[in-house]
């Protein structure tokens, strides 16, 4: 089974920023596109970004589009998602996910996702 492990989350005041990671266990992270996903409670789960296997493909959702900014080293088999320019209404628990396939912001065409972590965004 595929790990994917993220780290970064926390708490950090409006305006602020946050750098997350996705961290691959046990295979390469290079022959998978990776997508970040976030619910908040309340909401239905939400497609946030995805970057292609090479880093040639890049998705954003709308609503954070000009703030968040995806990429991945495949050297450290890592993917990021670095968040600037923090609101409130993005607090929610943050998913990565790995398919073998193009990129996508659709939960369902995922295989393997990590355990999520909290990102919580107030004053």
């Known amino acids: 089974q595929l790990q994917l492990v993220e780290s970064g989350g926390g708490l950090v005041q409006p305006g602020g920023s946050l750098r997350l990671s996705c961290a691959a266990s046990?295979?390469?992270?290079?022959?998978?596109?990776i997508g970040w996903f976030r619910q908040a409670p309340g909401k239905e789960r939400e497609g946030v970004s995805c970057?292609?296997?090479?880093?040639?493909?890049?998705n954003y959702a709308d609503s954070v589009k000009g703030r968040f900014t995806i990429s991945r080293d495949n050297a450290k088999n890592t993917v990021y998602l670095q968040m600037n320019s923090l609101k409130p209404e993005d607090t929610a628990i943050y998913y990565c996910?790995?398919?073998?396939?193009?990129?996508?912001?659709?939960?369902?065409?995922?295989?393997?996702w990590g355990q999520g972590t909290q990102v919580t965004v107030s004053s």
């Open positions: 970057i292609s296997s090479r880093g040639f493909t890049i």
């Open positions: 046990g295979f390469t992270l290079s022959s998978y596109a």
């Open positions: 996910a790995a398919r073998m396939g193009r990129c996508s912001l659709w939960g369902p065409d995922f295989d393997s």
